[in-house]
């Protein structure tokens, strides 16, 4: 505790800045799993915030509820744009683009759909942007000449995911 407190007093006289970095030395470890759990916490976020609309009125417990889904929702539609522009950005390279040359658009289509997961409550929505980051997901791993499969998540939402196939 008292180490504690003498960084505290350390940092308030010498305030340093807090920086944030995927891995720019690269590490090389990049994977879009990340990016899918972000997007199906989304969706399930979507469906929590649809069952309390149901409800004929919202207590106040529902209504700090209903605000902590809506953050959530934005902070994990956010997390999943992030996801895929550190692998976008920085696993991709000339190679990986003549293989897969449309992967500008796709990424551009993935930040638009995040984008609207973050503005609207409508589900189709968060399994649009899902569809579009498992689609990423192929064509990642197929990059790294690993196989993928097509299952379903076993806990909520239960969509549809692009795993990579180890052996």
Same mark, same amino acid.
């Given at each position: 505790?008292?180490?504690?407190?003498?960084?505290?007093?350390? *940092?308030a006289?010498?305030?340093?800045?807090?920086?944030a970095?995927?891995?720019?030395?690269?590490c090389k470890?990049? &994977?879009?799993?990340?990016?899918?759990l972000?997007?199906?916490?989304?969706?399930?976020?979507m469906?929590l915030? =649809?069952e309390?609309?149901?409800?004929d009125?919202?207590?106040l =417990? &529902?209504?700090?509820?209903?605000?902590?889904?809506?953050t *959530?929702?934005e902070?994990?539609?956010? %997390?999943a %744009?992030?996801e895929?522009?550190?692998?976008?950005? &920085?696993?991709f390279?000339?190679?990986?683009?003549?293989?897969?040359?449309d992967?500008h658009?796709?990424?551009h289509?993935?930040?638009?759909?995040g984008?609207?997961c973050?503005?609207?409550? *409508?589900r189709? %929505?968060?399994v649009?942007?899902?569809?579009?980051i498992?689609q990423?997901?192929?064509?990642?791993?197929?990059? %790294? &000449?690993?196989?993928?499969?097509? =299952?379903?998540?076993p806990?909520?939402?239960?969509?549809?995911?692009v795993?990579p196939?180890?052996?």
């Open positions: 505790m008292l180490l504690h407190t003498l960084i505290r007093r350390l *940092e006289h010498n305030a340093l800045p807090t920086l970095a995927h891995c720019d030395i690269p470890i990049y &994977d879009p799993i990340s990016a899918q972000a997007a199906l916490s989304v969706i399930r976020f469906d915030i =649809a309390l609309a149901a409800k009125s919202l207590s =417990a &529902d209504q700090a509820q209903l605000s902590r889904l809506v *959530e929702k902070t994990h539609a956010e %997390k %744009k992030h895929v522009r550190v692998i976008w950005g &920085d696993y390279k000339q190679p990986q683009f003549e293989k897969f040359p992967t658009a796709l990424v289509s993935i930040m638009l759909a984008s609207a973050k503005q609207g409550l *409508e189709d %929505k968060g649009k942007l899902l569809e579009l498992n990423f997901a192929e064509a990642f791993w197929t990059t %790294k &000449d690993v196989a993928t499969f097509t =299952a379903t998540c806990y909520p939402p239960a969509e549809a995911v795993y196939k180890l052996d």
